[in-house]
C-alpha cells in the first residue's frame, strides 16, 4: 500500500516535473528578476554617483544643517530633498520658520541647485556608458552562449545565468564607487546572455507548433515586461526610503527562489543534441534573421536612450524625485506587458510582419510625444504608447526568429536566439552609450527625434517578411502542408521519459 503510493507521488512528481507550462514559469521568472535588476537601478544610479563623487552635496548638507539647528522647524533637515527639488515650498516653510536667513538661505540654496544640475547633465556621459556596460557584455557573450547551447542542452546555461545574476546584485548591493557598480552591471551581461539565449531556445523547442509558440513566447516576454514595470519604482521608492542596498538585497532573496526552482525541476545536466544546428556564420548569412534582428533593434533602441537620460531630464526640468523618475516608467511598462500578452497569441493571424511594422511606426510617434511633456503626467500617454509599440515588436519578431529556423534551417534554437539577443542588446549598448554624447551635443529633444526618423524609415522594410521562402531541403520536415500551422521534428527533449503537452 505504502509502495503503490510512493509510486504514484513519483509518477507524479517526474510528470510535473516535465510540464511544459513549468518550463514556462521557469524562463518567466528569470527574465522577470533578470530586467528587474536592469531596471531597479535606473533612479538609482544618478542621484547616487552625484552624491558619491561631489562636495556640492556636502555643502548642501551643511545649509540645511545650519538651518535646521538655527530654525524652529526640524523638517528643514529630514525633507532636504524635497526642498531641493521644491523651491516654493521651500521659501514658504523658511519665511514661516526663519525669518532672518530667509534671503541668504534663498540664495546659497538657488546657487547650489544651479550648480547640481550642471553636475547632473554632465553625468550623462558616465551613467550612459554605465548602463552600457551590461548590454555590451551580453553582446559578446552571446555568440559563445548560442552554440554551448547546441552542444551541451539548456539546463546548465540557464542555472549558470541565475548563479551570475546573484553576484551581481550583491556587488549592486555592496558598492560603494563607480567602478564597482560599472563591474556589477557588466557581470550581469553575462548572467542576461546565459539566461536569455538558452530560456528562449528552451521555449522553442519545447513548443515545436508555430501558433503555440508565439503565445509561450509572448507570455516569457510577460516576465520581461513585469521585471522592467516593477524595477523603477521599487527601486526609487526603496532607495529614497529605506536605503541604497536595500531593493538588491529584496532581488537576492527573490533569485533564490528562481534557483531553487531550477535544481528541482531543471536538474542541470548535460544533454547531447540529436541533430547539427545551423552555425552562427550561416544564420547571419540570411537576409530575412537580418531583417528580424535590425527590427528588434531598432525596436528597442529608443526606450534604451531614455532609460540613463531621462531621468536626468526629468531631474533639471521638471525637479522630479527618484521615486518619480522611476514611477516615469509605468505607462510604458504596463503597456509593454499588454502589448506582449496581446499579440503573442494573436499576431499569428494578423501577421506578424504587419504588427511588427505598425510597432516601429507607432515607436515613432511616441519618441516625438515624450520631449514635449512639462510635468510627469504629460509622460503618461507617450510613454504608454511606446511601451506598447515595443511589446509589438517583441512579441511578434522573436516567434520569427524560432518560424525562420523551422523553415529554412535545422530546428535547433540556440544560435538562432543568441543573434536576437544580440540584437535586443545592440540596442541597450548604443543606445546608453550614445545618449549622455547626443545629449550634450544636440539635447534630449533631439535625441528622441533621430531616433523617431529611424524607426520610421526602417518599418516598409518589414513587408519583406510577409511570406519569407522556405529552404527546398527543410520542405521535407512539414508534415502537413495544407493547414495555417505547422508540426515539426523535435530537436530534443528535456526529459526523455517524460513529456506532458
Request: proline share 5%; with cysteine; charged share 15%.
Amino acid at each position: 500500500m505504502f509502495y503503490e503510493k510512493f509510486q504514484t507521488a513519483r509518477d507524479f512528481w517526474l510528470q510535473w516535473r516535465s510540464s511544459r507550462s513549468l518550463i514556462l514559469l521557469i524562463v518567466f521568472i528569470a527574465l522577470f528578476l533578470d530586467n528587474m535588476l536592469l531596471t531597479t537601478v535606473v533612479p538609482i544610479v544618478p542621484d547616487y554617483l552625484y552624491r558619491l563623487h561631489q562636495s556640492t552635496v556636502r555643502s548642501q548638507d551643511d545649509t540645511y544643517k545650519f538651518l535646521a539647528k538655527n530654525c524652529t522647524n526640524n523638517e528643514l533637515m529630514k525633507r532636504r530633498d524635497y526642498f531641493a527639488r521644491h523651491p516654493v515650498d521651500f521659501r514658504i516653510i523658511l519665511r514661516r520658520y526663519c525669518n532672518w536667513t530667509v534671503d541668504w538661505a534663498i540664495n546659497k540654496t538657488d546657487t547650489e541647485n544651479k550648480r547640481r544640475i550642471m553636475i547632473l547633465e554632465k553625468e550623462n556621459e558616465w551613467v550612459g556608458i554605465m548602463f552600457a556596460s551590461k548590454a555590451f557584455v551580453q553582446l559578446l557573450t552571446n555568440p559563445f552562449v548560442g552554440p554551448l547551447t547546441n552542444r551541451i542542452g539548456y539546463s546548465v546555461p540557464m542555472f549558470s545565468g541565475f548563479v551570475i545574476m546573484i553576484v551581481s546584485t550583491l556587488i549592486f548591493a555592496s558598492s560603494g564607487s563607480y567602478t564597482l557598480l560599472f563591474i556589477a552591471r557588466a557581470i550581469q551581461g553575462i548572467g542576461s546572455a546565459c539566461s536569455s539565449v538558452s530560456g528562449l531556445g528552451m521555449l522553442a523547442d519545447r513548443y515545436p507548433d508555430d501558433v503555440e509558440r508565439g503565445k509561450a513566447m509572448g507570455t516569457a516576454l510577460g516576465g520581461l515586461a513585469l521585471g522592467v514595470l516593477i524595477g523603477p519604482p521599487f527601486g526609487g521608492f526603496m532607495y529614497e526610503y529605506v536605503s541604497k542596498a536595500s531593493p538588491f538585497l529584496v532581488l537576492a532573496t527573490l533569485g533564490l527562489f528562481d534557483g531553487i526552482l531550477q535544481l528541482t525541476v531543471l536538474k542541470p545536466g548535460v544533454t547531447v543534441e540529436p541533430i547539427e544546428g545551423p552555425s552562427l556564420k550561416t544564420l547571419i548569412k540570411d537576409p530575412y534573421i537580418l531583417l528580424v534582428a535590425g527590427a528588434i533593434s531598432f525596436g528597442n533602441i529608443g526606450i534604451a536612450m531614455m532609460e540613463p537620460s531621462l531621468p536626468i531630464w526629468m531631474m533639471s526640468t521638471m525637479q522630479a524625485s527618484e521615486f518619480q523618475q522611476g514611477a516615469a516608467f509605468l505607462p510604458a511598462s504596463i503597456s509593454y506587458l499588454i502589448g506582449t500578452n496581446l499579440f503573442g497569441p494573436m499576431a499569428h493571424k494578423i501577421g506578424r510582419w504587419l504588427c511588427c511594422m505598425i510597432g516601429l511606426i507607432l515607436i515613432s510617434i511616441a519618441l516625438i510625444g515624450v520631449p514635449m511633456a512639462t510635468s510627469i503626467y504629460g509622460l503618461i500617454i507617450p510613454n504608454g504608447l511606446l511601451g506598447f509599440a515595443v511589446g509589438m515588436v517583441d512579441s511578434t519578431m522573436m516567434p520569427t526568429m524560432g518560424y525562420l529556423v523551422d523553415i529554412r534551417h535545422a530546428s535547433v534554437y540556440g544560435s538562432v536566439y543568441a543573434i536576437a539577443d544580440v540584437a535586443f542588446c545592440l540596442g541597450y549598448t548604443i543606445g546608453p552609450a550614445l545618449s549622455g554624447f547626443i545629449v550634450r551635443a544636440f539635447g534630449f529633444p533631439a535625441m528622441l527625434y533621430m531616433i523617431s526618423f529611424l524607426c520610421l524609415c526602417y518599418a516598409p522594410l518589414l513587408i519583406l517578411l510577409r511570406n519569407p521562402p522556405v529552404r527546398t531541403e527543410r520542405m521535407s520536415l512539414i508534415t502537413n502542408d495544407n493547414h495555417n500551422s505547422f508540426q515539426y521534428t523535435r530537436s530534443k527533449s528535456l526529459d526523455n521519459d517524460y513529456n506532458l503537452d
